[in-house]
């Protein structure tokens, strides 16, 4: 016999079981969910004890919350990758090949020209490269391991963020979901994801969105009488309630079906693989645990069908980010033609070798003739190599990646590495007021009772007693239970307040009063409660109905002061007497009392009652007579004729650093705009307070209402062109609807009346910002008093939910883009100088100035030791006072090309000269038309050294990108930058004195290095003069990457299959760009696959009903019991029949933002309630109406499981854009 009363396998199967099938298996098998409660030995009131034996023996029984995470990939797997690199693979083979050559003497050669010493010497280039190759494989390994772990550590993080209230020993807990157990009582609220499978015990009005699980849209409601299963990767909608937990991890409904995805998802790999290595090209397009024949047929389907696929998700392209964009064209661009010239250099050198020892030598080909054309080749490679900037990738991943941890410091987690860049460019921030601008700590300071306005917490006697009876009731039983007044621990601290805050603020004034709201909730415990009408952006208001002692019911509301007033009929006046409320008495109630309430920055609340009572008993005017229980699902009839209590004004106070931060913002040039669900008035007031309005600036505030009317045609349908000439003046945007702040984001993030297009940042707590936040180009979830869904469909979460806090992520943000760019002006110039070097030279004389191994070790400094330090640059006050960048700025601006060419033309005469007059300047023997393994000359040492000390110097000139002067200012800020410039210089002068042979170096003396480094300093008297020409002199068409990068560029690479990279067309897989971009971009692939885990657990991968499923992979068989080794065979028919069903994928936690491509604006119609039901929220398109112009937002963004949103498309973009090692991408997390 088991520990407790049902084991894991009974409680799975009742986890199978829906509705009235689920109520009627819990009253017969365990005597109703109170049976089930003892059978589990928790207590539905107090939960379990707080103890942790208890819970670690529950662990033990029925398993932990947490579906364990992919093993990391260790070092060596991480070196196997860096090794796929096509051009290190190339110059392997070719070092190699050249150092077997070396050992071998056609016979008969005439050797009197060449030392025997030299000729034996002639392996060390070989091994030289070989060690060069693997130092390179090794450090690309190195860095792909910190980053994996780095990013471990922030998915730790964030999971740890993911927390739930549960009742443990009689106290509400709040505990990070891995910590839940079967047994748990877990409370229940609007907003919640449920992170675990239960059976309800108490719910309060509770609707669920299910559509993760079953494809069905609709909300389905939930009562213990009728449908108690609630299941792990749903989001509650609305309402609230108590579960017990049942199944949790792997065994719940969510981990089930990820053990059999996982299952399905090995055998398509196999599979897959195994395709290819029988070299058939049919399962290139494999999406990751899918299976593949279904996916390409999917898409011909829908067109064959007539149905318009939608252009961005049939592209299977996530929208790159801004910068990623144009950086990967550049890198792309660039490699095309370091490929050309290091073609050419090697084409050049071949002919010219065959023309002068075949034509003109008249010599015979003889097998050592090879060791030239091996060299040559390997001189191209190099070329190759040095004029590909790989390094940019790893700029930006290091850049991004250090900046997100710095962020964590600066309560800001990032979610999607690219929305830390995306926010340097923002130049408009859309803020909600609640919590962000203000503290989020809610004080009643006003009231006005009996028809007394008092400015302060009235004294409890100096009030009728009746009416203060009434509203302290009302105040502490319509309200959720879980709001609570913690009050504090030391006199002289505040009390803390949990939950809801506004409600807390009203709480706290029962406290104020002398009474305690527990004593009052004690009297009517919720399971007592016969129905509760919760608060949702709807209704704005929030009403309970409790039962009368004396038989009869009464119901509580409260809510926003105009639209509570407009249903009482009576209002509670002078010593409680009961007064008639006309519509001339609502007229001067706003005048008189709510405006000025709201002048002064205050939220207004009503409360307000309403009695029925039996015919016989009714004796007061305002009581309702009944015959029969009223219908309560007839909200408007309860809600309406009611009699007011008091109106209460509620103060949140400004944060007192806000305004110096929003001053900062506009400095730096960007919009502050707030959208608020509260009063026009106490928006106006609390704007003007935080710096968003000032006195006599031309700036307008509007009502949602009014909003809508300005932006609308005659047909109803959103304007842009009206919208233009609304936003740009619009600061504040009050009584909004979730629905009217996604049409302002869209609006500003569609106009194209700016010069360099708006780039918005929103930030939100509610479920029914979600849509609003993922259209956002950077969406800021609350940490605090943020939902799970909003959090899901954020980028960024605040986690002290402090508007100060966004504008340190604006500073890192800008500070990314700033790294990446003194990178880009670093690494061009050394790209430009040694391509033109290598390729005259090879033009030339016939042999590269740089040695192959010299080129290896320049393109160490300048890749991956040059990235290290001037992406780890810290941000300083300096970025604010610029103009944000916008959409549409270039990459590399004027003045960073003045610098590149600049410089670049200093060098380049700075070398050559050296190349072919140096023999002349230092008095050496010439270098140039040195045979074949002659020993290293002074002449090309003094050359590399050089190049090198100038690529040093240019790197503190790289540190300023704005054209200023001073480039010391800062230096010694950032150690990293200055240890890795010492440590570089110091190993320059090891390789030229000891390198010898292998670096093909002669050890110089102090003479000739004090030149080498004298021309190194001139780079920077040089960097002096390029910075006195004036940059508005310069053609405007020297900047790149200006404009916005086309969404089809053919220059986008666009990958396949993430794992193999197979390209769809072959054209360039030869291109060292590439390869290298994807090396570097595998910076978190290994990190990818825990994070598919990850969001797995989170949220489920679309699947049809479950008990479906369950027959797809198990040929039906209603009551499994485990899950643990499916048949593969089994389990990918049951991936094609998961495919075939084209029902929609759940909110994605870690990836896929909406695509933003502009797009005619359509007439926005808000659905709610079950007509449209509020779906989980989540990147899909919006839905297109037959006629081609209405475009449905419902208030939280739903799927329609048409076959127009098939699982397959929807599934192929989100497998795209998490696909972290597509170049396109740079490490989009």
Same mark, same amino acid.
Request: charged share 20%; hydrophobic share 40%; proline share 5%.
């Given at each position: 016999?088991?520990?407790?009363?049902?084991?894991?396998?009974?409680?799975?199967a009742?986890?199978?079981?829906?509705?009235?099938e689920?109520?009627?298996?819990?009253?017969t098998d365990?005597g109703g969910?109170?049976g089930?409660?003892?059978?589990?030995?928790?207590d539905?009131n107090?939960?379990?004890?707080n103890?942790?034996s208890?819970?670690?023996t529950r662990r033990?029984?029925?398993?932990?919350?947490?579906?364990?995470?992919?093993?990391?990939k260790c070092f060596?797997?991480?070196v196997?990758?860096?090794l796929?690199?096509v051009?290190?693979?190339?110059?392997?083979?070719?070092?190699?090949?050249?150092?077997?050559?070396?050992?071998?003497?056609?016979p008969?050669?005439?050797t009197?020209?060449?030392?025997?010493s030299?000729?034996?010497?002639?392996?060390?280039e070989?091994?030289a490269i070989?060690?060069?190759?693997?130092?390179?494989?090794l450090?690309?390994a190195?860095?792909?391991y910190t980053?994996?772990?780095?990013f471990?550590g922030?998915?730790?993080?964030?999971?740890?963020e993911?927390?739930?209230f549960?009742?443990?020993?009689?106290?509400s807990v709040q505990?990070?979901?891995n910590?839940?157990?079967?047994g748990?009582i877990a409370q229940?609220k609007y907003?919640d994801?449920?992170?675990?499978?239960?059976v309800l015990?108490?719910? /309060?009005?509770l609707?669920?969105d299910?559509?993760?699980?079953?494809g069905e849209?609709?909300q389905i409601?939930?009562?213990?009488?009728?449908?108690?299963?609630i299941?792990?990767g749903?989001?509650?909608?609305e309402g609230?309630?108590?579960?017990?937990?049942?199944a949790?991890?792997?065994?719940?409904?969510?981990?089930?079906?990820m053990?059999?995805?996982?299952a399905?998802?090995t055998?398509?790999?196999e599979?897959?693989?195994?395709?290819k290595?029988e070299?058939?090209d049919?399962a290139?397009g494999?999406?990751?645990?899918?299976?593949q024949a279904?996916?390409?047929?999917k898409?011909?389907?829908?067109?064959?069908?007539? +149905?318009?696929?939608p252009?961005?998700e049939?592209?299977?392209?996530?929208?790159?980010?801004?910068l990623?964009?144009?950086?990967t064209?550049? &890198?792309i661009?660039i490699?095309?033609?370091?490929?050309?010239?290091?073609?050419c250099?090697v084409?050049i050198?071949?002919?010219?070798?065959?023309?002068?020892r075949?034509?003109?030598d008249?010599?015979?080909?003889?097998l $050592?003739?090879?060791?030239?054309?091996?060299n040559?080749?390997?001189i191209?490679?190099?070329?190759?190599?040095? @004029?590909?900037p790989?390094?940019?990738?790893?700029?930006?991943?290091l850049s991004?990646?250090?900046?997100?941890?710095?962020?964590?410091l600066?309560?800001?987690l990032?979610?999607?590495l690219?929305a830390?860049e995306?926010?340097?460019?923002?130049?408009?921030?859309?803020?909600?007021k609640?919590?962000t601008?203000?503290t989020?700590r809610m004080?009643v300071?006003?009231?006005?009772? /009996?028809d007394v306005?008092?400015?302060d917490?009235?004294?409890?006697?100096?009030?009728?007693q009746?009416?203060?009876?009434?509203?302290?009731d009302c105040i502490?039983v319509?309200?959720s239970?879980s709001?609570q007044?913690i009050?504090?621990k030391q006199?002289g601290?505040?009390a803390t307040?949990?939950?809801?805050?506004t409600?807390?603020?009203?709480l706290?004034?029962?406290?104020?009063l002398? *009474?305690?709201?527990q004593e009052?909730r004690?009297?009517?415990p919720?399971?007592?409660?016969?129905?509760?009408?919760?608060?949702?952006s709807?209704?704005?208001s929030m009403?309970?109905?409790?039962?009368?002692?004396?038989g009869?019911?009464r119901?509580?509301?409260?809510?926003?002061?105009?639209?509570?007033?407009k249903?009482?009929?009576y209002?509670?006046?002078k010593?409680?007497?009961l007064n008639k409320?006309?519509?001339?008495d609502?007229? /001067?109630?706003?005048?008189?009392?709510?405006?000025?309430?709201?002048?002064?920055?205050?939220?207004?609340?009503?409360?307000?009652y309403?009695?029925?009572v039996?015919?016989?008993?009714?004796?007061a005017d305002?009581?309702?007579?009944y015959?029969?229980?009223?219908?309560?699902?007839?909200?408007?009839a309860?809600?309406?004729?009611?009699t007011?209590?008091?109106?209460?004004?509620i103060?949140d106070?400004?944060?007192p650093?806000v305004?110096?931060?929003?001053? !900062?913002?506009?400095?730096?040039g960007?919009?502050?705009?707030?959208?608020t669900g509260d009063?026009?008035n106490?928006a106006?007031?609390?704007?003007?307070?935080c710096?968003i309005?000032?006195?006599?600036?031309?700036?307008?505030?509007?009502?949602? *209402?009014?909003?809508?009317a300005?932006?609308?045609?005659?047909?109803?349908?959103v304007?842009?062109?009206k919208?233009?000439?609304?936003w740009?003046?619009l600061?504040?945007?009050a009584?909004a609807?979730?629905?009217? +702040?996604?049409t #302002?984001?869209?609006?500003?993030?569609?106009?194209?009346v700016?010069?360099?297009r708006e780039?918005?940042a929103?930030?939100?707590?509610?479920t029914?910002?979600?849509p609003a936040? *993922?259209?956002?180009d950077v969406?800021?979830?609350m940490g605090?008093?943020?939902?799970?869904?909003?959090?899901?469909?954020?980028?960024?979460?605040?986690?002290?939910?402090?508007?100060?806090?966004?504008?340190? $992520?604006v500073?890192?943000?800008r500070?990314?883009?700033?790294?990446?760019a003194k990178f880009?002006?670093?690494?061009?110039?050394?790209?430009?100088?040694?391509?033109?070097?290598?390729?005259?030279?090879?033009? &030339?004389?016939q042999?590269?100035?740089?040695k192959?191994?010299?080129?290896l070790?320049?393109?160490?400094?300048?890749?991956t030791?040059?990235? #290290?330090?001037? $992406?780890?640059?810290?941000?300083?006050e300096e970025?604010l006072?610029?103009?944000?960048?916008?959409r549409t700025?270039p990459?590399i601006?004027r003045?960073?090309?003045k610098?590149?060419?600049?410089?670049?033309?200093?060098?380049l005469?700075?070398?050559f000269t050296l190349?072919?007059?140096?023999?002349?300047?230092?008095?050496?023997?010439?270098?140039?038309w040195?045979?074949?393994?002659?020993?290293?000359?002074?002449?090309?040492?003094?050359?590399?050294?050089?190049?090198?000390?100038?690529?040093?110097?240019?790197?503190?000139?790289?540190?300023k990108?704005?054209?200023?002067?001073?480039i010391f *200012?800062?230096?010694?800020?950032n150690p990293?930058?200055y240890?890795?410039?010492? @440590?570089?210089?110091?190993?320059?002068?090891?390789?030229?004195?000891?390198?010898?042979?292998?670096?093909?170096?002669?050890?110089?003396?102090?003479?000739?290095w004090?030149?080498?480094?004298?021309f190194g300093?001139g780079?920077?008297?040089w960097?002096?003069?390029?910075?006195?020409?004036?940059?508005?002199?310069l053609?405007?068409?020297?900047?790149?990457g200006?404009?916005?990068a086309?969404t089809?560029?053919?220059l986008?690479?666009?990958?396949?299959?993430?794992?193999?990279h197979?390209k769809?067309?072959g054209?360039i897989l030869?291109v060292?760009g #590439?390869?290298r971009?994807q090396?570097?971009?595998?910076?978190v692939?290994?990190?990818?696959?825990?994070?598919e885990?990850?969001d797995?657990?989170?949220s489920?991968?679309?699947?049809?009903?479950?008990?479906s499923?369950?027959?797809?992979?198990?040929?039906?068989?209603?009551?499994?019991?485990?899950?643990?080794?499916?048949?593969p065979?089994?389990a990918?028919?049951?991936?094609a029949?998961?495919?075939?069903?084209q029902?929609?994928q759940?909110?994605?936690?870690?990836h896929h933002?909406?695509p !933003?491509?502009p797009?005619?604006?359509p007439h926005?119609?808000?659905e709610n309630?079950?007509?449209?039901g509020?779906?989980a929220a989540?990147g899909?398109?919006?839905k297109?109406?037959?006629?081609?112009?209405?475009?449905?937002v419902?208030?939280?963004?739903?799927?329609?499981?048409?076959?127009n949103s098939?699982y397959?498309?929807?599934q192929?973009?989100?497998?795209?854009?998490m696909?972290?090692?597509?170049?396109v991408?740079?490490a989009h997390?």
């Amino acid at each position: 016999m088991p520990e407790y009363g049902a084991s894991l396998e009974e409680l799975r199967a009742l986890m199978e079981y829906r509705s009235a099938e689920a109520k009627e298996k819990i009253d017969t098998d365990y005597g109703g969910t109170a049976g089930l409660c003892e059978k589990l030995r928790t207590d539905p009131n107090n939960g379990l004890p707080n103890s942790e034996s208890e819970l670690e023996t529950r662990r033990n029984v029925f398993g932990a919350n947490e579906i364990p995470p992919h093993p990391p990939k260790c070092f060596l797997q991480l070196v196997w990758e860096a090794l796929q690199d096509v051009t290190l693979v190339i110059l392997l083979v070719s070092a190699i090949v050249s150092l077997a050559l070396s050992f071998y003497r056609p016979p008969g050669e005439d050797t009197a020209g060449t030392d025997d010493s030299e000729h034996d010497a002639g392996w060390i280039e070989g091994v030289a490269i070989l060690i060069s190759v693997i130092v390179v494989v090794l450090v690309t390994a190195l860095n792909d391991y910190t980053k994996e772990r780095q990013f471990r550590g922030l998915q730790a993080k964030i999971e740890t963020e993911h927390r739930f209230f549960v009742l443990r020993g009689g106290q509400s807990v709040q505990v990070v979901v891995n910590e839940l157990v079967v047994g748990d009582i877990a409370q229940i609220k609007y907003g919640d994801l449920i992170p675990a499978d239960g059976v309800l015990i108490q719910s /309060n009005d509770l609707k669920m969105d299910e559509s993760s699980l079953t494809g069905e849209s609709d909300q389905i409601r939930k009562s213990p009488e009728h449908d108690p299963i609630i299941l792990s990767g749903t989001h509650v909608m609305e309402g609230s309630g108590k579960m017990l937990v049942t199944a949790v991890g792997v065994n719940s409904q969510t981990g089930i079906i990820m053990t059999l995805l996982g299952a399905a998802k090995t055998v398509a790999e196999e599979e897959r693989k195994t395709a290819k290595r029988e070299g058939g090209d049919g399962a290139s397009g494999a999406e990751e645990g899918t299976a593949q024949a279904l996916l390409d047929s999917k898409g011909d389907e829908a067109m064959a069908n007539g +149905k318009a696929v939608p252009a961005p998700e049939a592209d299977g392209k996530k929208e790159r980010s801004v910068l990623q964009a144009k950086l990967t064209r550049l &890198a792309i661009q660039i490699g095309y033609a370091g490929s050309f010239v290091a073609g050419c250099t090697v084409l050049i050198l071949i002919i010219r070798f065959c023309i002068s020892r075949y034509a003109i030598d008249g010599k015979s080909f003889s097998l $050592a003739d090879f060791q030239y054309f091996i060299n040559f080749l390997i001189i191209g490679v190099t070329v190759l190599v040095v @004029a590909v900037p790989e390094g940019l990738p790893l700029a930006v991943t290091l850049s991004l990646a250090y900046s997100v941890k710095k962020m964590m410091l600066d309560n800001n987690l990032v979610r999607h590495l690219d929305a830390c860049e995306t926010m340097g460019n923002a130049t408009s921030i859309c803020s909600d007021k609640t919590g962000t601008l203000t503290t989020n700590r809610m004080t009643v300071v006003q009231s006005f009772i /009996n028809d007394v306005h008092h400015k302060d917490t009235p004294k409890i006697e100096s009030l009728d007693q009746n009416t203060a009876k009434l509203m302290m009731d009302c105040i502490s039983v319509n309200s959720s239970y879980s709001s609570q007044v913690i009050p504090p621990k030391q006199i002289g601290e505040q009390a803390t307040q949990l939950g809801n805050k506004t409600e807390c603020g009203m709480l706290g004034f029962v406290l104020a009063l002398g *009474k305690s709201y527990q004593e009052i909730r004690d009297r009517h415990p919720e399971e007592t409660i016969p129905k509760v009408y919760t608060f949702n952006s709807v209704r704005k208001s929030m009403s309970t109905v409790i039962n009368l002692p004396d038989g009869g019911f009464r119901v509580f509301s409260k809510g926003a002061s105009e639209i509570v007033t407009k249903r009482c009929k009576y209002f509670l006046g002078k010593n409680g007497a009961l007064n008639k409320f006309s519509s001339k008495d609502a007229e /001067n109630l706003v005048r008189d009392v709510i405006e000025p309430m709201a002048s002064d920055g205050l939220r207004t609340i009503c409360v307000a009652y309403k009695d029925y009572v039996p015919s016989s008993k009714k004796t007061a005017d305002n009581q309702i007579a009944y015959s029969s229980e009223p219908d309560w699902e007839n909200e408007e009839a309860i809600v309406g004729d009611m009699t007011a209590i008091a109106i209460l004004g509620i103060q949140d106070p400004v944060r007192p650093e806000v305004p110096a931060a929003i001053t !900062r913002c506009q400095e730096a040039g960007i919009t502050v705009r707030m959208v608020t669900g509260d009063n026009i008035n106490t928006a106006r007031s609390i704007a003007t307070a935080c710096g968003i309005l000032k006195p006599g600036e031309d700036f307008i505030a509007l009502e949602g *209402k009014e909003f809508n009317a300005r932006i609308r045609d005659e047909n109803g349908e959103v304007s842009q062109e009206k919208l233009d000439l609304i936003w740009p003046k619009l600061r504040v945007l009050a009584r909004a609807q979730p629905s009217d +702040k996604y049409t #302002l984001v869209k609006g500003i993030i569609d106009s194209r009346v700016t010069d360099s297009r708006e780039v918005v940042a929103v930030t939100g707590d509610g479920t029914n910002d979600g849509p609003a936040l *993922k259209k956002a180009d950077v969406g800021f979830a609350m940490g605090i008093a943020g939902t799970d869904v909003a959090k899901e469909a954020s980028d960024i979460i605040l986690t002290d939910d402090n508007f100060t806090s966004i504008v340190k $992520a604006v500073m890192w943000g800008r500070n990314v883009y700033d790294s990446i760019a003194k990178f880009l002006q670093f690494q061009l110039t050394v790209n430009v100088v040694a391509v033109v070097v290598a390729f005259v030279g090879a033009c &030339a004389i016939q042999d590269t100035p740089l040695k192959a191994v010299q080129m290896l070790w320049v393109n160490l400094i300048m890749d991956t030791l040059a990235s #290290l330090a001037l $992406a780890t640059e810290m941000p300083t006050e300096e970025l604010l006072k610029r103009k944000p960048y916008g959409r549409t700025s270039p990459l590399i601006s004027r003045t960073m090309s003045k610098n590149i060419l600049g410089h670049a033309v200093y060098q380049l005469v700075v070398l050559f000269t050296l190349i072919f007059y140096g023999e002349q300047c230092f008095n050496i023997p010439n270098g140039r038309w040195a045979p074949l393994h002659s020993p290293p000359s002074k002449h090309f040492t003094i050359v590399f050294n050089t190049f090198v000390m100038m690529t040093l110097f240019n790197e503190i000139n790289a540190r300023k990108i704005h054209g200023e002067r001073n480039i010391f *200012k800062g230096l010694f800020s950032n150690p990293i930058y200055y240890v890795i410039w010492i @440590a570089t210089m110091i190993s320059q002068v090891i390789i030229v004195q000891f390198g010898g042979r292998w670096f093909s170096t002669a050890a110089l003396n102090t003479s000739e290095w004090l030149w080498c480094l004298a021309f190194g300093v001139g780079t920077l008297l040089w960097g002096q003069i390029v910075t006195s020409i004036p940059t508005g002199s310069l053609p405007a068409n020297m900047t790149i990457g200006s404009g916005e990068a086309p969404t089809n560029d053919p220059l986008m690479p666009d990958y396949e299959d993430s794992d193999t990279h197979e390209k769809r067309s072959g054209q360039i897989l030869w291109v060292r760009g #590439l390869t290298r971009l994807q090396t570097q971009l595998r910076v978190v692939k290994a990190f990818r696959s825990s994070l598919e885990e990850f969001d797995e657990r989170r949220s489920i991968a679309s699947t049809h009903s479950v008990q479906s499923i369950r027959g797809g992979f198990w040929g039906g068989g209603r009551h499994t019991t485990t899950a643990a080794s499916p048949d593969p065979a089994n389990a990918r028919n049951a991936m094609a029949a998961i495919s075939h069903r084209q029902s929609p994928q759940p909110y994605p936690y870690y990836h896929h933002q909406q695509p !933003r491509t502009p797009s005619p604006q359509p007439h926005i119609v808000v659905e709610n309630g079950n007509a449209g039901g509020n779906g989980a929220a989540t990147g899909a398109p919006p839905k297109q109406e037959s006629n081609g112009k209405t475009e449905k937002v419902p208030l939280v963004q739903q799927w329609s499981p048409d076959t127009n949103s098939s699982y397959t498309q929807t599934q192929r973009s989100i497998n795209k854009s998490m696909s972290l090692d597509t170049p396109v991408s740079v490490a989009h997390v």
